[in-house]
């Protein structure tokens, strides 16, 4: 036999093993051999069933995810041609352990029986352990475990104690399983739940009693009569008890024909081991009365007592109780109970022992009686004891002594519940009152509870203690040295004992020498310490080595501990070696393996399972090296060099004294595989089938077949396809071949180390052919309830046949009454992923859906159907019949019925009912919701006689259905409520006159007024009683006495009844009286425009005279009489068309000679509501959703919201009407990427208010974007190319077109192409070698996207073409001539273009203005009527307000300069500037509009509230001004007056206009609405995008940026000056600062809407001097000449919007750049630093003096210098400003005009400085009266000072935004 040829051996086989259901298992079985054998496996004698968990490896076979029926016998077959073997193991497959323990949650009583049951499932022969809260349980007198395996588990007599968490372990090799139950024992004692009344029968008319119980366990129930149990005749009484489900008891007493003697008192006594409780009630059987023998009585002293007077018989009158003679109940401890029954509380022996005479009334003055005696017993009482801590072997006496009772008394001992047995050592001596137990010798077995129990006639105490014995701890098994093996299993012995139970630890010590220290042992899985005390080490490791210390404690005497040493021998092991690995044939291979253990080792080789000599066979070659430092062996095998004959497995064996350890290792020797032998089987016009053969595979597995097909012309690196084929496979099918053409086909082999030769190449020919596959991942998405969206892919490539032209979607309704045909839509082709909507479906209705693609040669097979229900949608109809029906005053019932089936759309979730109630007022109450699923709701707590409006809706998961009609409904009548006030004054001497106010709760209609008159002097015991009409609310009494008092009260009467009385008050009838009112003060609320009447009816000798006041400030008013104000003779005050002025409080005052009287009338005028902060919550590509915060209510409840809508640059709006409980609202169905208009209005009772700003917000999307990462064509030859449109991004909107233009180069005529796909498009018929040029443009909803490109055509042999390169045909001077030309015109083309933008811009800014001007104009024509409150200060001019939805600044234009006058920063523009150019002499004055009565230097902030037509501003510092609370409409128009001859009529930038030249005048205004287009671009993008809009202040954000456009301030400072608020307490003032231009995350917020103004102005310096006036100068851009240049420093203190000047700009280049300034915070300016003035003074500079600076008298100014220090010296007061007077001179190109505050003279300069001095630095507001468009501020200080060195100008500008 050849010796390299051998019959099949087995080197590695398994037994027999254990694995859990699920995992994984490997059976091994490797076999040698030469050829290679070939493995079968058998399972319990049959071949393995086709299955792909189980899989075969040359190491074994290897079973997944097991399962039980994989157990059983498997057998592997190894066989060649020399021969076989088998090998046969046993696998058992086990289910993991699973623990159930119930009942799973127990909640009984005490002293009940609690059973637990353990059921384990899963593997056999396991091992149960109970613990409770993690403690084991042990059995005792309350629990034992039962059962097979421990199962169940007994607690019998439960208490409190044994409540908790307990668990069941199950325990099996290793595996562990446990569930919990918690235990809730909870105290039981009976309880009555349900009992029987008093009752009167008549004999022979039959009764029933019922009394139910509950208590742990049930209890039993008892009957007794008259303290007697209760005869059971069964002819007439008959007794009956059951148990319901619940645990409650329920017993019956039924007498079928009841005589006198059943009469009586009926008890039902419910007891159990916990307690009892006890229920009576007497029943009364007609007939004539009498007493039955009633028993003497034996009462427990310190307990309660019934004595029952046992009477039969009825009708009786009383029954009376007496001891010794006294009436009882005599003391608070007894009680008589109208059933006759004496209750005594507490009894004691020495006041309740004793005969008691229970008499009965049977009729007058007869009476029955009878008695009985009551012994009062004393039970024992025990005095505390305790065992004290003992031990073994010692004493024990204690003695339980009773110190009180009643004799005789027995005492007993009992030792855990049981009778203490004689044989236990314990003797017991008892004596009359005291009984001692006494242990002559304590052991462990006299461990536990003790109780000792007295009991005489009385009742039976106890009283239990613990005694505990403790034992020190022992060794019962001491630990001693041991030898562990490396790697296997070993127990350190250590058992020990005591009381309580010993806690052992362990300690090792590593080393072998002696112990240096202990460490615990950290207990692992690997290491555990078992339940003797033993250490188990499942694993031994060399690290396990050393000393171990078993040390033993419980707390008693001393530890104990004994150490011993655990010896690790390790056996020879192989610890390093290759399990596989692969060699070349013909090189040298070298096989190492490394071994250690126990020394000596001994290391040989074997080649399968024979051992290898090299002295044999020289081509092998064997080395050893021994390691002595590192205990290892190094082994190696040369093989020089490998053969085919070495693919087998070869192994190292390594072997000492105390093992032997193997490795085995699998040589390949492995080269390239052959190439397979292709054939062709079967040609289709659309495929083919191949087949093939492998020979020789080199000994390495075949990892894969390719196939690459071409075009015939085609060189094979054009190959069109690679496809990897499986290695089990030996045949393919090629698909996706392009019909009607020639292929070549070839193929390859590929193992590790290479790939084949080529197969023989075969050529096919292929036809069209329709597609074979159906889209696929065809997905359904519901979109709507009326519409769902189908997406799905391309069928896969190689089942397209050609280019997919289109889809045919099939859709049908799967539902009742549906036809199933299919309705059938087709669309184009647009990609690899398709989108279509289908539309106009029923609403939550299931639908099926089926796509399927077509070409040319046809239609393709369809998808699977897919069913998808559409979205549920809201009810579209109300709950039907509903009706409303009033119970009583404060409950009403609504029913209905269910909404028809098809109208509900969706799951019925429930429904809701929503009313709210309807005051006499008009006002609304708060709208209530109910959510119930039934068909009715009772609606309790209403107010009474009150209308309330119901509405009742259904709602789905979707959101409320439509309501129901509102129905209204009346609660009914009740009694009234007290009358609300009530007064009483004499009117003479025999006659007083009385007032009242109404109820507050009138509860129904009063129909009259009762008034109550008493004397209480007069010997009168009733009051005398007057009716008055219900209409009047006073009433004169007379005939009454002069000189007596009299108390009088008043009540109101409904139908339902006389209400709760007034409050009394005492009168008496006079000659002559003071002056008394009778009306009442209060509150008043009106609607504005309406007549209100205020009475002040009065009395008095002689007649009082009336006077009218109206609180202001904190002085009183008197009120002016005129046509809108009158006082009647009465007295009361007629206001007409009331305004929001006339709120506040009116004092009326009385007044004759004898006194005086007055009466405060708070009145509210309510007003429309104020306008919503409307924001932009979230977008979408189809909708937005916004957010609101209603602004004040007017006063009134806000009645529902109305939203209104356009797309911008649309003139109409829609309208959506909204309830007042939203808050939030959703646009649907919008067009994607589309700005859209938005605008918000409230509306009360009083009628609708101002709308909200106009807010713009855009919908998600964008144009159509071409990623320049995707190629633009896929293909292109001769004379097609193919586009791909996948590179288009949709911007998030729908393509909806593509528009395609392409011309050969050099051509003018384009050629177009439309399409709406997005997929690949042709371009067919082009030219042979021919460059092209290609624009592409894609549209959707947001606009259009473009992309151009050039291509060339591929010539006719397929090769490409070089670029263009013309040879100067005839015309190419011309084209020459051209191409220089056009960029030359072009660039002339865009200066005149920027020139002409340049002019429209400018020509723009000045329109702007000159609207302004003419509304101005208008406006103050409009507004020429007074108001009727007089002002105080000189004349006034018009004031006007005007409501502005979307803010517009206007900004001057930067070519000139204007000089700003007194106590305004704005810079009006007059009628020559509007016309031509800025007139940089024309000067103007003007101040702020503010209430007349702001008077002091320093005062209230003035809110300009309610400014709308009869409206006049309060202000707001009075407290008493309750309606200050709705002062939010702030006016910011600012009345300026010019002093040049030329008056001007302007709006600024902060929409202020000019007043008359007498001053101002406060007059009523109308409001309008201003709003200038901003539809351009340069408008929109000086707002914020509400895309992701944020809160109020985002308008703030808006100005901000759109300042930041207009003056170049990208790296301004943003500064918040002053806030007013509109709250109801007091004013506000905000700062803030946002570094960064950018942002507005810095910025601090008012919580409430109000006014807000900003500064915007460039970075501050570094440092500035503050020891200088405040000035503020505005500098002409100009270019200064060069050798006004002084470098870099000059430059970086210019403006920034001088900084864009190109002359600028090119110095700048040759200097280092700016260094940063980083801005400084700007102070926050509080309250107190404010100062006001009401009369800022106007003066005009003289045009002719140049530096003359202007002051302002306003004392709210003085603070804007304060930063600055005194003002500088001259008249005045100017410093810091270039050629100032104090400022020195210098140099200068910039013309500067400087405004220095405060002050016009010395004098007003020295005032305003005193005031600056008491603010803080910052600058302080001035309340409305600063202008902000020009503003000082500690920002702009330190600049001023550098540009007058500099040369450069400071600017500043501010603000105002509403």
């Not at 299955?51 to 066989?79: A, K, P």
């Not at 009498?290 to 310190?302: F, K, L, S």
């Not at 068309?1137 to 009145?1163: H, M, Q, W």
Request: hydrophobic letters at 30%; aromatic letters at 8%.
């Amino acid at each position: 036999m050849d010796p390299t040829e051998s019959t099949p051996s087995v080197l590695d086989s398994f037994q027999s093993g254990e694995v859990q259901v699920g995992h994984n298992v490997e059976l091994p079985c490797i076999a040698s051999g030469y050829p290679n054998p070939t493995i079968r496996w058998l399972k319990d004698g049959r071949p393995l069933p086709a299955d792909s968990r189980w899989t075969r490896r040359l190491t074994g076979l290897t079973v997944s995810d097991l399962r039980l029926g994989d157990s059983g016998n498997y057998i592997c077959e190894v066989t060649n041609s020399f021969g076989s073997k088998e090998v046969t193991g046993h696998l058992n497959v086990i289910e993991p352990l699973r623990v159930t323990l119930s009942p799973k949650n127990l909640k009984t009583g005490i002293s009940s029986t609690v059973i637990l049951s353990c059921s384990v499932q899963g593997s056999p022969h396991f091992t149960l352990s109970w613990y409770r809260n993690t403690e084991p349980v042990l059995p005792d007198q309350h629990f034992s475990i039962q059962g097979a395996h421990n199962e169940t588990l007994f607690i019998s007599a439960a208490q409190k104690r044994h409540s908790g968490a307990y668990q069941c372990f199950a325990t099996r090799k290793g595996q562990t399983a446990q569930d919990f139950s918690i235990i809730l024992l909870e105290d039981g004692t009976p309880r009555i739940v349900s009992s029987f009344s008093e009752r009167v029968v008549v004999p022979g008319e039959p009764f029933s009693l019922m009394c139910a119980a509950k208590g742990a366990p049930p209890p039993t129930i008892t009957w007794t009569l008259d303290d007697e149990a209760v005869a059971r005749d069964p002819s007439r009484v008959r007794a009956s008890q059951y148990t319901l489900s619940d645990g409650s008891t329920v017993s019956h007493v039924n007498v079928s024909s009841p005589e006198i003697r059943d009469g009586g008192v009926y008890r039902c006594a419910a007891r159990n081991s916990a307690g009892s409780a006890e229920y009576q009630a007497r029943i009364n059987v007609r007939g004539s009365p009498r007493i039955r023998d009633m028993r003497n009585i034996t009462a427990v002293a310190g307990r309660n007592t019934f004595i029952n007077c046992r009477v039969i018989g009825y009708p009786y009158y009383s029954i009376k109780w007496y001891k010794e003679g006294l009436l009882l109940p005599d003391n608070h401890r007894q009680v008589v109970y109208e059933n006759g029954t004496l209750k005594l509380s507490d009894v004691q022996k020495v006041l309740d022992e004793g005969a008691y005479l229970c008499s009965v009334l049977i009729q007058p003055q007869i009476f029955i009686s009878q008695t009985v005696y009551v012994q009062v017993k004393v039970p024992p009482l025990i005095q505390p004891f305790d065992f004290p801590p003992t031990s073994i072997g010692k004493l024990m006496y204690i003695a339980c002594v009773v110190s009180s009772g009643d004799m005789p008394i027995h005492i007993t001992w009992r030792k855990d519940g049981q009778e203490v047995a004689p044989s236990s050592g314990v003797n017991i001596e008892t004596k009359e009152y005291m009984s001692s137990l006494q242990i002559g010798k304590v052991s462990l077995k006299h461990n536990g509870n003790y109780t000792c129990i007295a009991s005489n006639d009385a009742a039976t105490v106890s009283s239990e203690r613990q005694l505990t014995v403790t034992v020190p701890p022992q060794f019962v098994v001491q630990p001693n040295n041991q030898d562990g093996i490396y790697g296997k299993a070993g127990v350190l012995n250590c058992s020990v004992d005591g009381y309580p139970p010993p806690k052992v630890m362990w300690k090792h010590a590593k080393g072998t020498g002696n112990p240096q220290q202990y460490h615990p042992v950290p207990l692992t899985g690997r290491i555990q310490i078992m339940g003797n005390g033993s250490l188990l080490i499942r694993h031994v490791l060399e690290e396990d080595r050393g000393y171990y210390l078993c040390q033993a404690s419980n707390g008693v005497g001393s530890d104990i501990s004994k150490s011993m040493v655990l010896t690790v021998k390790i056996p020879a092991m192989i610890t390093s070696h290759p399990n596989t690995t692969m060699a070349i044939k013909g090189q040298i291979k070298e096989l190492n393996c490394t071994a250690r253990g126990e020394w000596p080792i001994i290391i040989r080789w074997e080649r399968g399972d024979t051992v290898i000599d090299p002295d044999r066979n020289p081509r092998y070659a064997i080395t050893t090296s021994p390691n002595e430092k590192s205990d290892e062996v190094l082994s190696t095998l040369k093989l020089k060099p490998a053969e085919r004959g070495d693919s087998v497995f070869f192994s190292c064996h390594a072997i000492n004294s105390y093992g032997e350890g193997r490795g085995l290792i699998q040589l390949t020797v492995q080269e390239p595989p052959d190439p397979p032998e292709l054939e062709v089987r079967e040609v289709k016009d659309r495929s083919m089938n191949l087949r093939w053969t492998q020979r020789f595979d080199g000994n390495s597995i075949i990892t894969s077949y390719d196939i690459e097909y071409k075009n015939k012309t085609d060189p094979w690196e054009l190959k069109h396809a690679t496809r990897k084929i499986s290695p089990t496979n030996n045949q393919a099918n090629i698909v996706d071949l392009h019909p009607a053409q020639v292929y070549s086909i070839r193929m390859f082999s590929y193992n590790k180390i290479g790939h084949s030769q080529a197969s023989k190449e075969l050529t096919i020919s292929t036809e069209e052919a329709q597609p074979d596959g159906p889209p696929m991942e065809v997905f359904l998405q519901p979109m709507t309830s009326q519409s769902i969206r189908v997406t799905w892919k391309a069928p896969r490539k190689e089942l397209q046949n050609g280019v997919i032209r289109g889809y045919q979607i099939g859709y049908r309704e799967n539902g009742p009454g549906s036809n199933g045909q299919y309705s059938i839509v087709e669309m184009k082709a647009t990609g690899d992923s398709e989108v279509y909507t289908l539309d106009n479906l029923k609403k939550f209705a299931q639908y099926g859906v089926v796509v399927q693609a077509f070409n040319r040669a046809g239609t393709g097979p369809s998808s699977s159907e897919i069913n998808a229900t559409t979205l549920e949608d809201v009810p579209s109809q109300p709950p039907q019949t509903v009706r409303a029906i009033s119970v009583t005053s404060d409950e009403a019932v609504i029913t209905w019925a269910e909404p028809p089936r098809l109208t509900l759309h969706g799951v019925l979730k429930g429904y809701r009912v929503v009313f709210w109630s309807l005051f006499p007022d008009g006002e609304w109450g708060e709208m209530q919701n109910i959510t119930t699923t039934r068909e009715q709701v009772e609606l309790r707590g209403l107010e009474k006689f009150t209308n309330y409006s119901v509405q009742v809706l259904a709602y789905t998961q979707a959101g409320d259905g439509v309501r129901s009609n509102v129905l209204y409904i009346q609660t009914r009548e009740d009694h009234p409520g007290p009358p609300a006030g009530i007064k009483a004054v004499p009117s003479s001497t025999s006659s007083v006159v009385v007032s009242w106010l109404p109820p507050h709760k009138p509860n129904g209609i009063i129909r009259k007024y009762t008034i109550y008159c008493s004397s209480p002097g007069s010997g009168q015991p009733a009051p005398s009683e007057y009716e008055a009409n219900p209409e009047l609310l006073f009433y004169r009494v007379t005939h009454l006495n002069r000189g007596q008092q009299y108390l009088i009260w008043a009540a109101a009467v409904t139908t339902a009844g006389r209400g709760n009385i007034s409050d009394k008050v005492t009168v008496e009838p006079a000659g002559k009286a003071p002056a008394k009112i009778l009306s009442f003060g209060g509150t008043v609320t009106t609607p504005w425009m309406k007549e209100v009447r205020l009475p002040c009816s009065s009395v008095g000798e002689p007649t009082p005279t009336i006077k009218w006041t109206k609180d202001s400030e904190d002085t009183a008013i008197p009120v002016t009489l005129d046509g809108q104000r009158l006082i009647m003779v009465n007295g009361t005050l007629v206001l007409r068309s009331v305004k929001a002025e006339d709120s506040g409080y009116y004092t009326c005052t009385a007044t004759n000679t004898l006194g005086f009287d007055t009466i405060i009338v708070n009145l509210l005028v309510q007003v429309p509501p104020d306008q919503p902060r409307l924001t932009v919550s979230t977008t979408s590509p189809t909708s937005i959703t916004l957010a609101w915060i209603p602004g004040d209510n007017g006063g009134s409840s806000i009645r529902g919201f109305v939203l209104q809508y356009s797309v911008d640059n649309m003139e109409g709006w829609r309208d959506v009407f909204i309830s007042s409980s939203e808050r939030s609202f959703k646009l649907d169905n919008l067009r994607c990427g589309t700005w859209y208009k938005v605008k918000l209005a409230a509306k009360n009772s009083v009628g609708a208010g101002r709308i909200s700003e106009i807010i713009e917000a855009k919908t998600h999307g964008r144009e159509p974007q071409f990623n320049n990462e995707q190629p633009v064509f896929t293909h292109v030859n001769s004379t097609h190319a193919r586009l791909n449109l996948q590179g288009w991004a949709s911007g998030g909107c729908p393509i909806t077109a593509v528009l395609l233009e392409f011309r050969p180069k050099g051509n003018w005529a384009w050629q177009n192409v439309r399409t709406n796909a997005t997929a690949d498009v042709f371009l067919a018929e082009l030219r042979e070698a021919t460059w092209y040029e290609l624009k592409m443009k894609a549209c959707n909803s947001a606009g259009c996207g473009n992309q151009s490109s050039q291509f060339a055509t591929l010539d006719y042999d397929g090769s490409t073409i070089p670029p263009i390169k013309s040879a100067r045909p005839e015309g190419d001077d011309v084209k020459k001539l051209f191409s220089i030309g056009c960029p030359v015109i072009l660039v002339t083309l865009v200066l005149a273009l920027l020139f002409i933008i340049r002019k429209k811009r400018k020509e723009k800014r000045l329109k702007r203005l000159r609207d302004a001007k003419s509304l101005a104009e208008m406006l103050i024509s409009k507004n020429n009527r007074s108001f009727d409150t007089p002002v105080k200060g000189p004349p006034q001019g018009p004031r006007l307000h005007i409501d502005i939805p979307r803010v517009q600044l206007l900004i001057e234009d930067k070519e000139g300069i204007k000089q700003i006058g007194e106590d305004k920063a704005t810079i009006p523009v007059t009628d020559t500037e509007f016309s031509q150019n800025v007139n940089p002499q024309s000067f103007c004055t003007g101040v702020s509009v503010h209430h007349p009565a702001l008077i002091q230097n320093t005062g209230p902030l003035i809110d300009m509230s309610d400014i709308r037509p009869g409206t006049n501003p309060v202000s707001r510092k009075s407290v008493k001004s309750a309606h200050s609370t709705r002062n939010r409409y702030s006016s910011q128009w600012t009345l300026t007056k010019c002093q040049s001859s030329t008056p001007a009529r302007t709006l600024t930038s902060d929409w202020r206009t000019v007043g008359s030249q007498h001053g101002i005048t406060v007059t009523e205004s109308d409001s309008y609405s201003a709003s200038l287009s901003q539809d351009t671009d340069k408008g929109r993008n000086s707002m914020v995008s509400t895309e992701s809009a944020s809160s109020t202040y985002e308008e703030l954000a808006r100005a901000y940026e759109h300042a930041k456009l207009e003056e170049h301030l990208q790296h301004a400072k943003f500064e918040i000056t002053e806030c007013f608020i509109s709250d109801s307490s007091s004013d506000q003032m905000t700062t803030g600062t946002n570094d960064n231009g950018d942002s507005m995350t810095s910025m601090s917020t008012p919580s409430e809407t109000g006014l807000c103004r900003f500064t915007a102005s460039p970075p501050k310096p570094q440092e500035y001097d503050r020891g200088r006036p405040t000035n503020v100068a505005v500098p002409i851009p100009h270019r200064a000449n060069k050798s006004e240049w002084t470098g870099k420093s000059d430059y970086c203190n210019l403006p920034l919007y001088m900084k864009t000047d190109p002359f600028f700009r090119k110095q700048s280049e040759l200097h280092d750049p700016c260094p940063v300034v980083p801005p400084r915070e700007a102070p926050i300016r509080s309250l107190a630093q404010r100062a006001y003035h009401t009369q800022g003074r106007h003066m005009t500079l003289d045009s002719s003096k140049q530096q003359q600076a202007l002051t302002v008298g306003h004392a709210g100014l003085a603070g804007l210098s304060a930063s600055g220090g005194a003002s500088g010296s001259g008249g005045g007061g100017v410093g810091g400003a270039t050629g100032g007077p104090s400022g020195g001179s210098s140099t200068t190109s910039l013309s500067q005009r400087t405004l220095t505050m405060p002050g016009s003279s010395s004098s007003s300069a020295q005032s305003a400085a005193a005031a600056a001095t008491a603010s803080a630095s910052g600058g302080a507001t001035g309340g409305d009266s600063r202008d902000p468009l020009l503003e000082s501020s500690s920002s702009g200080l330190g600049r001023l000072e550098r540009q007058k060195q500099a040369a450069g100008g400071a600017y500043s500008k501010s603000y105002t935004l509403v």
